[in-house]
């Protein structure tokens, strides 16, 4: 007998990703990379103001330009394309992708030019001249809502679009019934109330490939298939079947190698609609792809909410209430998500922490900027910002060590199931176990005695420590429009290799190794073996798509679910063979055997035939091997862990420079600690670049000032210390595999703990508070003005 | 994110370039690193006609010492600069300088001719040139001619060039004492405020002063009465730090945008000035 090879368990393994070969030497296929025979090209016309009437457009030198086949007006689209649809129950103005009468912000398409190539489209599309009728720009939030200096949709009073939803503490779960009682009480009863006003400002997602889509409508099938940058093809086929007209059966989507989400595409967005609408009308297949320039204006913005923080506590440091009115500036539409995105901020204001009386309430409103929606963290690095900067202004207020004030709150690890006052059910922690990896990983107590003496020297020196809980693995179907499974089909295929598919859309996650390491053990063959299909409606029948941390714990889970049902097929199978029962077989090493007989050992290829050609048929089977599961979990889940970083600011300058960085972060189970790392980078570089560089800004009429890279910060290599990286392990009860869901989590604790490391730093200047980015002139004034 | 149409020829010589500049007639770009042009153009901000390549003409791009001056092609990209060995050895401020500009990608390909001929109010080389007092070496259909650094930049993008006139190269003597000191606007990686200080000391006195400085204003400019106040003094850091204080002070066009107010920029002009003289003092 041949011996096969041992091969080791993969699950918890440091495997390098898969996905990484081909993607760096530029082997990948992305939207761009489609070409169909008879594509055309669409360039859009955008709007160059913020806030107007449109009073004419004239598209006739367009038309007649060589090479253009179309052109379309807001007004010519309307006719064959609905408006945008929005994913939340939320009320929402009339929502066009190409706007017909008024524009609400620069960069809103107004016309859409159909040409044999981008580069004539865009000549085309500078060659529509439109004329506008310019209303004041809505900018500031706060004036915003009072009316002024403009009302962007007339039914929405006061640009409110959604006015003050409250949540936690003596409010009804339907938000009907409001009592005041609990929270009043906290405060009154407070010795120290912390009041602040607090700004988690705007960012722009900045994907590495910007979005992108081609629509391909055959007249002769009546069929639709459309390649999208997206991060949820699923949810892309339903919209766009619905917008145009077709059954969802009609509409294949294929999301090819996204390079990059971070939360912004998840919505559907207009580009997309048009394109396929376009392409339905004109029968033939159409290609847009956005520039870089376009993607500052028309991809959705991140964050963007302001603050107003009180919390409320005795002089020993115990927590008696928090209060968070939180007005989101969502710029000017509803899109997919919009709405939704800050009730996150609602729903995790409870943090980490044991808080008898918890209120928050929410304001969103319209400004002539372009909409927010999901951003890595999306609502819940804005929750935890505030809660943790307003925990170190307490602890600064109380002279207590920031440590040791979050530790005598925390929600205990025997409180878990722990029910939140904002509506959350946390799964499972222990958060002392996070802050006591963080203090003894980053030695505490040294970096203390280090900063002292920096100090001491006349050096601007702070050090912040922050924790975090973020909502991730979403979640039940109750808790989202499309339902919130996932789908998974695993195939052992004639010659014994797998191929599984899964609903979740990775788009830099590498699940295409993970979900593969756990096929692999699951069916003891080679990783090699097994392929993960994924992205493409055709091939993958059902699924969600990938946002909120789910797609590790909600589509994995599926796909250990769908294996299991075909291995106990094949199992029964191999039981026919072996003539032994089917609980006693043993996968392993690319062998089946019977338990206690390695003798026994068949190849695990040859099964695999034998259930393709079944002779004979075994009693009660049928030929072949695949199956498919649906996963609905019952809950989300509830990672947390602990960052601590340390900060110079140079004293002439005001320049912020990041010394240190330490990273706890408790995901649960971790199929695979390296992926889970590069994940973690990944968000800390976010968080930095939001603490440190990045901002959205807009002048006062409404225009980008903040709409290339030669004024839009990105973090690079030389803005970071070392991550230096460690992980607890608390796993989650809600999924079979304990894993909770690590692809935001970076985007949390960072971001406040290099702003409390800032406050620290700048304490001799009396200093409490420091609002993002850690602009150098903003940080010189305080210096500036302590002098004086 | 795409330019207007363009047509492309690349030239074979210097007066193969000036021929096809000259048969433009105004309608052309010259391009060699394009780092500052292609972004102007996919904005549509600047729409040439013609595009003549100059990158790789043979000749234009080298560095060279010859009777105690060094002579830079304008074709030499940053960071051939910045790597020079005998640059740093004979001129590190210079290096130092290049080393700063933008990103990898841009200090591969962008040149020193490039970079002098666009001025951008916010680019490093200038005000090394200023510092340097470089004779920037130009030709055109009238022939050849030179031009100090100090009489080359005019204004914002301005500079003592014709547009059928080429940058051949620069010629300057390399200044030991010297130092480029920049806050970096974190976006782009310009500077807010450049400032190069060469400095002639001998028996710890500084004989002379050269600063220039770049990023406050419209354009580079010297700073002529920080070097008044050095001219002569022993170097003690109260010299240094009284002079560093009057950087700046005769600027009336400070720049203010959303990086740096004018208050900001003028605040950090006499910090920067302060950092290049302290290390340039240091390799004295």
Same mark, same amino acid.
């Given at each position: 007998m041949p011996t096969t090879p041992v091969l080791p368990k993969l699950v918890g393994q440091r495997v390098k990703r898969r996905e990484d070969p081909r993607l760096i030497q530029g082997r990948g296929t992305y939207v761009d990379d489609i070409a169909l025979i008879g594509m055309q090209h669409l360039a859009f016309k955008r709007s160059d103001v913020a806030h107007a009437r449109i009073t004419a457009i004239d598209t006739s030198a367009a038309e007649a330009m060589d090479g253009v086949e179309a052109v379309f007006t807001g007004a010519q689209i309307a006719k064959f394309l609905p408006p945008m649809p929005i994913g939340t129950p939320f009320p929402s103005p009339e929502h066009r992708a190409v706007a017909v009468d008024a524009v609400r912000y620069s960069g809103e398409p107004v016309a859409v030019v159909v040409a044999r190539d981008r580069y004539v489209a865009r000549d085309a599309a500078d060659a529509i001249v439109v004329s506008y009728d310019p209303r004041p720009a809505v900018v500031d939030v706060e004036q915003a809502m009072t009316g002024q200096p403009a009302v962007i949709h007339p039914d929405f009073k006061n640009n409110l679009a959604v006015a003050l939803v409250p949540s936690g503490t003596g409010v009804s779960a339907d938000g009907s019934k409001v009592d005041d009682s609990a929270i009043d009480a906290a405060f009154k009863n407070a010795e120290v109330v912390i009041s602040q006003r607090m700004v988690n400002q705007r960012l722009a997602p900045n994907t590495m490939e910007p979005r992108g889509v081609v629509a391909h409508f055959e007249p002769g099938k009546g069929t639709m298939t459309i390649w999208s940058s997206t991060q949820n093809p699923h949810i892309l086929r339903t919209f766009i079947a619905a917008l145009t007209g077709l059954g969802q059966d009609q509409v294949r989507a294929i999301a090819p190698e996204v390079g990059g989400g971070f939360g912004a595409k998840i919505n559907i967005y207009g580009e997309e609609y048009v394109t396929a609408a376009i392409s339905k009308q004109l029968g033939i297949p159409l290609k847009w792809v956005e520039d870089r320039s376009e993607a500052f204006v028309a991809t959705t913005h991140g964050r963007d909410i302001l603050a107003y923080v009180d919390l409320a506590a005795k002089r020993d440091g115990t927590l008696l209430g928090l209060k968070l009115r939180l007005i989101a500036d969502i710029g000017a539409y509803n899109m997919l998500l919009t709405a939704a995105i800050p009730t996150l901020t609602m729903m995790m204001a409870n943090a980490t922490y044991n808080i008898p009386a918890v209120r928050a309430t929410l304001t969103e409103v319209f400004t002539?900027?372009?909409?927010?929606?999901?951003?890595?963290?999306?609502?819940?690095?804005?929750?935890?910002?505030?809660?943790?900067?307003?925990?170190?202004?307490?602890?600064?207020?109380?002279?207590?060590?920031?440590?040791? %004030?979050?530790?005598?709150?925390?929600?205990?690890?025997?409180?878990?199931?722990?029910?939140? +006052?904002?509506?959350?059910?946390?799964?499972?922690?222990?958060? $002392?176990?996070? %802050?006591? %990896?963080?203090?003894?990983?980053? +030695?505490?107590?040294?970096?203390?005695?280090?900063?002292?003496?920096?100090?001491?020297?006349?050096?601007?020196?702070?050090?912040?420590?922050?924790?975090? !809980?973020?909502?991730?693995?979403?979640?039940?179907?109750?808790?989202?429009?499309?339902?919130?499974?996932?789908?998974?089909?695993?195939?052992?295929?004639?010659?014994?290799?797998?191929?599984?598919?899964?609903?979740?859309?990775?788009?830099?996650?590498?699940?295409?190794?993970?979900?593969?390491?756990?096929?692999?053990?699951?069916?003891?063959?080679?990783?090699?073996?097994?392929?993960?299909?994924?992205?493409?409606?055709?091939?993958?029948?059902?699924?969600?798509?990938?946002?909120?941390?789910?797609?590790?714990?909600?589509?994995?889970?599926?796909?250990?679910?769908?294996?299991?049902?075909?291995?106990?097929?094949?199992?029964?199978?191999?039981?026919?063979?072996?003539?032994?029962?089917?609980?006693?077989?043993?996968?392993?090493?690319?062998?089946?055997?019977?338990?206690?007989?390695?003798?026994?050992?068949?190849?695990?290829?040859?099964?695999?035939?034998?259930?393709?050609? /079944?002779?004979? %048929?075994?009693?009660?089977?049928?030929?072949?091997?695949?199956?498919?599961?649906?996963? $609905?979990?019952?809950?989300?889940?509830?990672?947390?862990?602990?960052?601590?970083?340390?900060? $110079?600011?140079?004293? $002439?300058?005001?320049?912020?420079?990041?010394?240190?960085? !330490?990273?706890?972060?408790?995901?649960?189970?971790?199929?695979?600690?390296?992926?889970?790392?590069?994940?973690?980078?990944?968000?800390?570089?976010?968080?930095?670049?939001?603490?440190?560089?990045?901002? !959205?800004?807009?002048?006062?009429?409404?225009?980008?000032?903040?709409?290339?890279?030669?004024?839009?910060?990105?973090?690079?290599?030389?803005?970071? /210390?070392?991550?230096?990286?460690?992980?607890?392990?608390? /796993?989650?009860?809600?999924?079979?595999?304990?894993?909770?869901?690590?692809?935001?989590?970076?985007?949390?604790?960072?971001?406040?703990?290099?702003?409390?490391?800032?406050?620290?730093?700048?304490?001799?200047?009396?200093?409490?508070?420091?609002?993002?980015?850690?602009?150098?002139?903003?940080?010189?004034?305080?210096?500036?003005?302590?002098?004086? | 994110m795409i330019s207007t149409q363009f047509e492309y020829t690349r030239a074979t010589s210097l007066d193969d370039a000036l021929a096809k500049l000259g048969a433009a007639k105004g309608d052309a770009k010259l391009i060699a690193g394009g780092h500052s042009l292609v972004p102007l153009m996919k904005l549509r901000l600047s729409e040439p006609k013609v595009l003549i390549d100059i990158a790789r003409i043979p000749g234009l791009s080298g560095i060279n010492a010859k009777d105690g001056a060094i002579e830079i092609g304008a074709g030499t990209v940053h960071q051939d600069v910045a790597s020079s060995a005998l640059l740093q050895h004979a001129c590190p401020m210079l290096t130092e300088a290049a080393a700063e500009i933008g990103d990898p990608q841009v200090r591969n390909r962008g040149t020193l001719g490039g970079s002098l001929a666009h001025a951008d109010p916010a680019a490093d080389y200038p005000a090394v040139m200023l510092a340097l007092d470089a004779t920037i070496l130009i030709k055109g259909p009238r022939g050849a001619r030179t031009v100090k650094a100090g009489d080359f930049f005019q204004g914002m993008f301005t500079v003592d060039l014709a547009g059928d006139e080429i940058i051949t190269a620069v010629q300057f003597k390399p200044v030991k004492a010297g130092a480029y000191a920049k806050l970096h606007q974190r976006a782009s990686h310009f500077a807010i405020v450049g400032v190069a200080a060469a400095l002639a000391v001998e028996n710890k006195v500084i004989q002379g002063a050269r600063v220039g400085l770049t990023g406050a204003s419209s354009h580079a400019v010297r700073l002529t009465e920080v070097e008044q106040a050095l001219a002569g003094k022993q170097i003690s850091a109260d010299n240094i730090e009284a002079a560093a204080k009057l950087a700046g002070k005769g600027l009336t066009d400070i720049n203010s945008d959303l990086h740096a107010s004018e208050q900001y920029r003028r605040s950090m002009i006499p910090v920067f000035t302060k950092r290049a003289l302290i290390r340039a003092l240091e390799r004295a």
């Open positions: 002539n900027k372009t909409p927010t929606d999901a951003y890595r963290g999306a609502g819940r690095p804005e929750a935890t910002y505030f809660v943790e900067r307003a925990m170190d202004m307490l602890a600064r207020e109380l002279k207590m060590d920031p440590a040791e %004030l979050r530790r005598k709150n925390f929600i205990k690890p025997s409180q878990f199931p722990f029910a939140t +006052q904002t509506g959350a059910v946390y799964d499972s922690g222990d958060y $002392e176990k996070a %802050l006591d %990896l963080a203090l003894k990983h980053s +030695q505490w107590d040294r970096l203390q005695a280090e900063r002292d003496a920096a100090r001491a020297q006349g050096r601007l020196v702070g050090l912040g420590l922050s924790m975090y !809980v973020e909502v991730c693995g979403i979640g039940p179907s109750a808790a989202l429009p499309t339902g919130g499974w996932e789908h998974s089909q695993v195939t052992v295929e004639r010659d014994g290799r797998i191929s599984a598919t899964t609903g979740a859309s990775p788009h830099g996650q590498g699940n295409e190794t993970t979900f593969a390491q756990m096929i692999a053990d699951q069916f003891g063959v080679p990783f090699e073996h097994v392929t993960i299909l994924h992205g493409d409606t055709g091939v993958v029948k059902q699924g969600i798509g990938t946002f909120g941390s789910r797609s590790q714990a909600v589509g994995g889970t599926a796909l250990i679910m769908a294996g299991a049902k075909v291995k106990k097929k094949m199992a029964k199978f191999a039981a026919a063979l072996f003539e032994a029962h089917e609980d006693d077989l043993v996968f392993e090493n690319g062998t089946i055997s019977v338990k206690g007989s390695p003798a026994s050992a068949k190849p695990f290829a040859s099964v695999a035939a034998y259930a393709y050609v /079944p002779v004979p %048929l075994p009693d009660g089977l049928e030929p072949g091997l695949s199956d498919e599961a649906f996963f $609905e979990p019952t809950n989300n889940t509830y990672p947390f862990g602990c960052h601590i970083s340390m900060l $110079e600011i140079d004293r $002439e300058t005001g320049e912020p420079k990041l010394l240190k960085l !330490v990273a706890i972060d408790d995901a649960g189970n971790l199929i695979n600690p390296l992926i889970v790392e590069g994940q973690i980078h990944g968000g800390l570089a976010q968080g930095i670049g939001q603490a440190m560089i990045e901002e !959205v800004v807009y002048g006062e009429d409404g225009q980008l000032l903040t709409g290339s890279y030669m004024d839009y910060a990105l973090p690079r290599a030389i803005d970071f /210390p070392r991550f230096e990286l460690a992980a607890t392990v608390t /796993p989650t009860p809600v999924n079979p595999l304990g894993a909770k869901g690590v692809g935001e989590a970076g985007t949390l604790g960072s971001t406040p703990c290099i702003v409390n490391a800032a406050v620290d730093a700048l304490s001799e200047f009396g200093v409490k508070h420091v609002d993002m980015m850690l602009r150098p002139e903003k940080l010189w004034r305080i210096i500036q003005g302590g002098r004086s | -």
